[in-house]
């Protein structure tokens, strides 16, 4: 038996729900947060709507963060031309990543943003991120 609890932000384009259980996924762990997210230009070239602070905070339990960031990384799409603009954007989120030792879960090179516009392409903004200690569930 689980409980699944909303965490509201007060914001539209955040919530968290956290998973709580006396057992969870055959681990000790007795909770697990979902955290899904859509982020949005902010008011310069370089700046979400979402931090990369609230989106990806410390790992108190097992999370994993999901969402469309509008980010672009070399991490997530590797054969695209990244501009110094768009790493300035993606910086801070990978950053937070590395520290509390999550994972960046998208396989690298396989698009989420499928452009109606001829001009635009192919892209990888849509994200998943899991801390260590889920990282068993997704490794084959």
Known sequence: ??????????RSDHVTLE???????GMKAEKFHVVNCYSV?????????VSPFLTLPTPAFSTMVVGDF????PSADPIRKHNS?????SFPYFSSVAEYGS????T?????HFPLLGSS?????????ASSSLMPFFQE
């Open 1 to 10: 038996m689980a409980t699944i609890t909303p965490i509201l932000m007060g």
């Open 19 to 25: 998973i709580s259980a006396h057992f969870l996924f």
């Open 41 to 49: 230009w902010g008011s310069t070239p370089t700046e979400r709507t």
């Open 70 to 73: 509008n980010i672009h990384h």
């Open 85 to 89: 603009s768009k790493l300035r954007a």
């Open 103 to 106: 994972t960046l879960l998208n």
């Open 108 to 112: 690298p090179e396989v698009h989420t």
């Open 121 to 129: 392409r192919l892209s990888v903004l849509d994200l998943a991120f």
